[in-house]
Structure formats: structure tokens, C-alpha cells
């Protein structure tokens, strides 16, 4: 089993600290950057196993059906985190892991997900911002979204649901609302 140790090692080799703020995305700012592209499999294979085991202890005693990969990922940390959720479910033929489409859920296919457990997955949460607006379309849809699950967040929430990460990174600075 993976232990917080072994993550910290992990997000340890990955990260830039600088004195002078860098740009994260087109809106933030921050004097610590995550290189997640040098991310090996193996760790993002470890990654995703401790995530599917904080899942399931946040979650419980509610079983999550779908987990929705939303856009704009590119380390396949979603479908890795299927797989191992899958291992230790109780009901692993019961959940399904399905690209998250804005245009999916608000053209009648939302309904297929009414009433479902769920879980938003993405790489990275900086400011929340497209995590937010998925998890306000699903629940006016009437999607329970339980949780949402990443490697790295960097929101420092609150939010409307606990975020289940591998780490939880080092603050940011919002340069617009755009």
C-alpha cells in the first residue's frame, strides 16, 4: 500500500521552488511549480492508488457508479484512478468511468447520471474554477457528485464537495476573474 511518505518522494522530484512568482495557466501566479510531466508511470500508478483508497474512506458509506474524467487532462491519472477504484470496490461491475462533456450533460444525456454517486476527476485544481462549474451542471442535473479527486490541489478550498488528492500543493495568486 502506498503511504503518504512515498508520495511526498514522489511530489518531492517534481517541484520548483522560485523566488520570484511564476505563471501557472493563463490566471495565477505562484513561487512553487509542479513539473507533473515528469511524472513516471510507476508514480502516477502509485498516485492513483492512494487517491482510490481516499476515495473510498471520504466517500463511504456512499459507493461511487461513475467517475467522470473532466477535460483537459493529459497523464491519463483518470483512467489509472479507475482502474485501482475498481480493485477495492465492493461492486467493481457497477462503475463506469465516462468523459465528462458539458455538452453531454446539458443536451439530455444528464439524465442517464440523475440520482448516481459520482466523482470529478482532473490532474490538477488550481483555482476550482472549471471543477466548480462541472459540479454545478451535474447537480442541477440531479448528479450527486461525492467528491472530487486529483493529484494535485491547490484551491485550499473550502468547497461544496472534499477534494480527494495525492498532494496538496503550495498556494496560488489569481491574477484576473477572467
Known amino acids: 500500500m502506498v503511504s503518504e511518505s512515498d508520495i511526498k518522494d514522489i511530489f518531492d522530484k517534481i517541484t520548483e521552488t522560485y523566488q520570484d512568482p511564476v505563471p501557472i495557466g493563463g490566471r495565477c501566479e505562484s513561487n512553487v511549480y509542479y513539473r507533473t510531466e515528469d511524472l513516471t508511470d510507476e508514480n502516477l500508478n502509485m498516485c492513483a492508488e492512494f487517491v482510490a483508497f481516499r476515495i473510498r474512506n471520504v466517500t463511504s458509506p456512499y459507493e461511487p457508479e461513475v467517475l467522470f474524467k473532466l477535460p483537459g487532462g493529459y497523464s491519463f491519472f483518470a483512467e489509472r484512478l479507475f482502474a485501482f477504484y ?56 440531479g448528479i450527486n457528485v461525492l467528491c472530487w479527486a486529483t493529484l494535485i490541489d491547490r484551491t485550499f478550498g473550502p468547497g461544496p464537495v472534499p477534494v480527494v488528492s495525492a498532494l496538496t500543493g503550495a498556494p496560488v495568486r489569481v491574477l484576473s476573474n477572467m
Open 86 to 141: 475498481k480493485e477495492i470496490s465492493p461492486n467493481p461491475d457497477k462503475i463506469e468511468l465516462v468523459q465528462y462533456l458539458e455538452s453531454k450533460i446539458t443536451n439530455g444525456q444528464g439524465e442517464t447520471y440523475r440520482g448516481r454517486n459520482t466523482v470529478l476527476i482532473t490532474d490538477v485544481i488550481t483555482t476550482a474554477r472549471s471543477s466548480l462549474e462541472a459540479h454545478t451542471k451535474a447537480t442541477l442535473k
